[in-house]
């Protein structure tokens, strides 16, 4: 069946550097795209979302950008913090009927001091 | 409303005993889903309702998994006749659709061990 993947379970950083997350998505009809973070113990957290009709979508310091063309999405952190350590999820859906929501295995970011 | 509250927040339960898990989604949201995470894994989709109508359940999930939303607020997710497989944690979101926005709030889950 179709399921949301990403490139790299495990992304390492330097504090105070820019973390660019991927995630490869292979349902064409999926139109609604979602970034969630969770730390250890926790439900994930809701970061930035974007729809298809969009290229990029940018947040407190983060940014979405999605490619269509390829099925690519990926979340830019900018300045990572430590606080930032967490796994990432994408997740899909297809939002103009309203379907479930769907994730990816996760990228774990880790910040190096 | 302080978002999406799960309870209870840890479970131990021997082998073949039934368990019952309660979320209360966020006042409003027409949509809750219910999501098992294993760990290293991403949330893997069980089952959602619109109000109180159950309008998918995972092909991958048992029969020893029901779920309800009888008044279209709170959900009740049971496991029957657990097994040491059904060890994870059970995770609750809800969500607004029909309005624009359909990111979904998640809850802090109930980790159920089975021993």
């Known amino acids: 069946g179709e399921s949301v993947g990403l490139h790299l379970p495990t992304l390492s950083v330097q504090e105070g550097d820019n973390s660019i997350i991927n995630c490869a998505y292979s349902n064409s009809a999926s139109d609604y795209f979602i970034w969630y973070k969770q730390e250890s113990g926790k439900g994930p957290q809701f970061i930035i979302d974007i729809r298809s009709n969009m290229d990029k979508r940018q947040g407190q310091r983060v940014t979405v950008l999605l490619n269509k063309t390829v099925k690519h999405l990926s979340l830019q952190i900018a300045a990572t913090q430590p606080g930032d350590s967490a796994v990432y999820f994408c997740a899909e859906s297809e939002g103009n009927r309203d379907d479930k929501i769907i994730f990816g295995k996760g990228t774990r970011l880790h910040i190096l001091p | 409303d302080t978002g999406v509250s799960q309870d209870p927040r840890h479970k131990i339960t021997k082998r073949g005993q039934n368990v019952t898990f309660r979320c209360d989604p966020i006042s409003e949201h027409n949509r809750l889903y219910w999501y098992r995470q294993t760990l290293g894994q991403g949330p893997e989709f069980l089952t959602y309702?619109?109000?109180?109508?159950?309008?998918?359940k995972s092909r991958l999930l048992s029969d020893r998994f029901s779920a309800e939303r009888p008044k279209g607020s709170f959900s009740t997710l049971e496991i029957q006749r657990t097994e040491q497989g059904d060890s994870a944690m059970y995770l609750c979101?809800?969500?607004?659709?029909?309005?624009?926005?359909?990111?979904?709030?998640f809850g802090q889950g109930t980790r159920l061990t089975v021993v």
């Open positions: 979101a809800s969500s607004l659709v029909g309005r624009g926005g359909t990111e979904a709030f």
């Open positions: 309702f619109q109000n109180e109508a159950q309008l998918e």
